[in-house]
């Protein structure tokens, strides 16, 4: 199953849904995503962890 992340589910005003095939790939596209549309600069271990809890399967 895929797996996917909405930004608003991080709380962003942001249509912004990332999908991968695992949660590895999912986490450099979201960090990537983060980095482009968010100006985010550094992921925080507690950002990582608000990000890992809001991925779902699809």
Same mark, same amino acid.
């Given at each position: 199953?895929?797996?996917?992340?909405?930004?608003?589910?991080?709380?962003?005003?942001?249509?912004?849904?990332?999908?991968? =095939?695992?949660?590895?790939?999912?986490?450099? $596209? #979201?960090?990537?995503?983060? &980095?482009?549309?968010?100006?985010?600069? =550094?992921?925080?271990?507690?950002?990582?962890? $608000? #990000?890992?809890?809001?991925? &779902?399967?699809?």
């Amino acid at each position: 199953m895929a797996r996917e992340i909405r930004c608003r589910d991080l709380g962003f005003d942001c249509p912004g849904v990332i999908r991968a =095939e695992n949660d590895e790939v999912l986490l450099k $596209k #979201v960090a990537e995503h983060a &980095r482009q549309a968010h100006g985010t600069v =550094e992921v925080t271990p507690e950002m990582a962890a $608000k #990000v890992r809890a809001a991925i &779902r399967e699809v």
